[in-house]
T-cell receptor, first 112, second 114 residues
Framework: DQQVKQNSPSLSVQEGRISILNCDYT??????FLWYKKYPAEGPTFLISISSIKDKNEDGRFTVFLNKSAKHLSLHIVPSQPGDSAVYFCAAGGSGTYKYIFGTGTRLKVLA | EAGVVQSPRYKIIEKKQPVAFWCNPI?????LYWYRQNLGQGPELLIR????????DSQLPKDRFSAERLKGVDSTLKIQPAELGDSAVYLC????????????FGPGTRLLVL
């Protein structure tokens, strides 16, 4: 049973436009969410996180939105740059468990 | 600040052979994780340490996998004997103990079992 789902395996976006990556979860006990970016042959790199007490968190070009009622979060990248081309993983966990469940990833390709 | 260090980066072995992976976490990070990532999948937790204690090893295949973190700093993950299905990337991550602290990953060890 996949508790964290990223239903889009890939996404292509033109440089300068917005990239929107989606993630759904099933466990209502999850209250902390993270996004990681992964380049080939490297480990995942932390990008941005959000706690369930918020519905939005912003860091530069990256914004994460959380819709608790829909059990859905999304990562917005504006404007998208070719260097953003990577695989993006969302992860979810419950505070105090220190355990995170990862989605299967979305491969983003930003076209110059 | 140095990141999470893992070695080796790549390993090719024949099935039934043993293999070991090493991880040195970020200084001051008491929590250490080992994950396995299969092709096209997200990382899956194998074991989590709080200092030297393994507090969650429910997904570690204990018949062939073992791990240790003797002094609460660096850690070793071992597979003996390796099977073809163990081919994957093995990732180590660490974090400071505390609520809502981010975990940081090492570069991983890519294992190929022939």
């Amino acid at each position: 049973d996949q508790q964290v789902k990223q239903n889009s395996p890939s996404l292509s976006v033109q440089e300068g436009r917005i990239s929107i990556l989606n993630c759904d979860y099933t466990n209502s006990m999850f209250d902390y969410f993270l996004w990681y970016k992964k380049y080939p042959a490297e480990g995942p790199t932390f990008l941005i996180s959000i706690s369930s007490i918020k519905d939005k968190n912003e860091d530069g070009r990256f914004t994460v939105f959380l819709n608790k009622s829909a059990k859905h979060l999304s990562l917005h990248i504006v404007p998208s740059q070719p260097g953003d081309s990577a695989v993006y993983f969302c992860a979810a966990g419950g505070s105090g468990t220190y355990k995170y469940i990862f989605g299967t990833g979305t491969r983003l390709k930003v076209l110059a | 600040e140095a990141g999470v260090v893992q070695s080796p980066r790549y390993k090719i072995i024949e099935k039934k052979q043993p293999v070991a992976f090493w991880c040195n976490p970020i200084s001051g990070h008491n929590t250490l994780y080992w994950y396995r990532q299969n092709l096209g999948q997200g990382p899956e937790l194998l074991i989590r340490y709080e200092n030297e204690e393994a507090v969650d090893d429910s997904q570690l295949p204990k018949d062939r996998f073992s791990a240790e973190r003797l002094k609460g700093v660096d850690s070793t993950l071992k597979i003996q004997p390796a099977e073809l299905g163990d081919s994957a990337v093995y990732l180590c991550a660490s974090r400071r103990t505390g609520i809502q602290e981010t975990q940081y990953f090492g570069p991983g060890t890519r294992l190929l079992v022939l």
